[in-house]
């Protein structure tokens, strides 16, 4: 990236302030130069608008997964909700058809009402 005004690469990326505070929900971000300290408004890079989106909406669709109540983890299999055996909440979630899962990690069997996002084990790359 150059500067425009005075066509320097010695470009740095500048913070939002004042009017320049409505461009954090747009693909344009401002700039400074720190030759001639002129500030601009330019593109993001290439691609960083469509990857924040996309990664949005899959923070949105992970929200409303089902992950364990205990630790967390989104490691969830689905599994037969007969073999959840507990209190009359979880008995109540059985008659009513709840999905019953169980985590990967912790081991721990429980119901939720959400639906289940595949987990998929980072792919390991040999360099």
């Known amino acids: 990236m150059q500067c425009p005004s005075c066509g320097h690469t010695r470009v740095f990326r500048d913070r939002y302030q004042g009017a320049s505070e409505w461009l954090r929900f747009t693909p344009f971000r ?3 130069c720190r030759d001639c300290l002129h500030r601009f408004i330019g593109w993001r890079r290439k691609g960083a ?5 996309k990664r949005s909406l899959w923070r949105l669709v ?5 992950a364990c109540p205990g630790c967390r983890a989104r490691e969830v299999v689905r599994i037969n909700g007969r073999s959840v055996r507990g209190s009359a909440a979880r008995s ?5 058809g709840f999905p019953a899962y169980r985590c990967m990690k ?11 996002v595949r987990y998929a084990p980072p792919v390991e790359t040999n360099p």
């Open 30 to 32: 401002p700039y400074g």
């Open 49 to 53: 608008f469509f990857s924040t989106i």
């Open 62 to 66: 992970l929200v409303f997964s089902a």
């Open 92 to 96: 109540l979630a059985r008659v009513l």
């Open 106 to 116: 912790c081991g721990k069997k429980f119901f939720k009402f959400r639906w289940h």
